[in-house]
T-cell receptor, first 116, second 115 residues
Framework: AQTVTQSQPEMSVQEAETVTLSCTYD???????LFWYKQPPSRQMILVIR??????QNATENRFSVNFQKAAKSFSLKISDSQLGDAAMYFC?????????????FGTGTSLTVIP | ETGVTQTPRHLVMGMTNKKSLKCEQH?????MYWYKQSAKKPLELMFV???????ENNSVPSRFSPECPNSSHLFLHLHTLQPEDSALYLC??????????????FGSGTQLSVL
């Protein structure tokens, strides 16, 4: 079974500083996608960034980047120049071609506080 | 981005009540999903509809009954729920459900409390 672990239930960062959220996953598949979703207080989850396992280059979206270590099964999210609007729950998710491919496996989330 | 609307935003119901959650998407997507979000637990996939056909039922108890009359609308009918069913129920949509890199678009959820 695929599992996703987020070991940091809560994190905090000073505004304008950098923070890294960790995520590890367990799988026997070689081809899969990894995602980070953000859930602000409005409760509407939005995609932050995604990475295909076959791509060695780490994905980047503006101030958000990932550190994808396939052998270590690690997929951390780095937020640079943190802003107050970055405060939210962040969920790491995994999806593979196994079975119907419909299943996203989510972690338990990390609550990020941004300190002004 | 928005485009996925869920109603009601909050719902309190007794264990003997029957209620329905509604989800509507205006994105032209063909796949719709129901997820259950409980505190300190991973999101649980409940149901998937692809082109109005149910393609996934993740061992959900029969007291939850989904309905997808068309690609834009998804309902979750609730009856004789238990207190442990209290959770945030999230609807999502995507272009179609079988592409791995599909981005999910979520609604704001219905916070359900079962008394």
């Amino acid at each position: 079974a695929q599992t996703v672990t987020q070991s940091q239930p809560e994190m905090s960062v000073q505004e304008a500083e950098t923070v890294t959220l960790s995520c590890t996953y367990d799988t026997s598949e070689s081809d899969y996608y990894l995602f980070w979703y953000k859930q602000p207080p409005s409760r509407q989850m939005i995609l932050v960034i995604r990475q295909e396992a076959y791509k060695q280059q780490n994905a980047t979206e503006n101030r958000f980047s990932v550190n994808f270590q396939k052998a270590a099964k690690s997929f951390s999210l780095k937020i640079s120049d943190s802003q107050l609007g970055d405060a939210a729950m962040y969920f790491c998710a995994y999806r593979s071609r196994r079975g119907t491919g419909n299943q996203f496996y989510f972690g338990t989330g990390t609550s990020l506080t941004v300190i002004p | 981005e928005t485009g996925v609307t869920q109603t009601p935003r909050h719902l309190v119901m007794g264990m003997t009540n029957k209620k329905s959650l509604k989800c509507e998407q205006h994105l032209g997507h063909n796949a719709m999903y129901w997820y259950k979000q409980s505190a300190k637990k991973p999101l649980e996939l409940m149901f998937v509809y692809n082109f109005k056909e149910q393609t996934e039922n993740n061992s959900v108890p029969s007291r939850f009954s989904p309905e997808c009359p068309n690609s834009s609308h998804l309902f979750l009918h609730l009856h004789t729920l238990q207190p442990e069913d209290s959770a945030l129920y999230l609807c999502a949509s995507s272009q179609e459900s079988r592409r791995l890199n599909e981005k999910l678009f979520f609604g704001s959820g219905t916070q359900l409390s079962v008394l």
